[in-house]
């Protein structure tokens, strides 16, 4: 069973908005911070977003302000809430546990989001 399952990207115009779901584990839901990350296209991938069980919030210079993250405890899942977007915020996005990119060994899906007139 995947832990971390993600949805909701597609294409989008720039200004726009979309909202990334991340379903969970309720075991990591309820202990872990998650992070969200994403890689565009020739790029490493870069952690975005974080959100603690707790509330807590950290989100990349380039994405502040625009971007939020959610937790629904009724159904164990964390949101990313993205306005404004911009062309350069293209890319596939993940969920995962929040820890630096180079020790996460397992990946989800991911879903793409494209920002495109």
């Known amino acids: 069973q995947a832990q971390f399952v993600e949805s909701g990207g597609g294409l989008v115009q720039p200004g726009g908005s979309l909202r990334l779901s991340c379903e969970l584990s309720?075991?990591?839901?309820?202990?872990?911070?998650v992070g969200w990350y994403r890689q565009a296209p020739g790029l490493q991938r870069e952690q975005v977003a974080t959100i603690s069980p707790r509330g807590l919030f950290w989100y990349a210079d380039s994405v502040q302000g625009r971007f939020a993250a959610s937790r629904d405890p009724a159904n164990n899942a964390v949101y990313l809430q993205m306005s404004s977007l911009k062309p350069e915020d293209t890319g596939v996005y993940y969920c995962?546990?929040?820890?630096?990119?180079?020790?996460?060994?397992?990946w989800g899906q991911g879903t793409q989001v494209t920002v495109s007139s």
């Open positions: 995962n546990e929040a820890r630096p990119v180079a020790s996460i060994t397992s």
């Open positions: 309720p075991n990591i839901f309820r202990a872990k911070a």
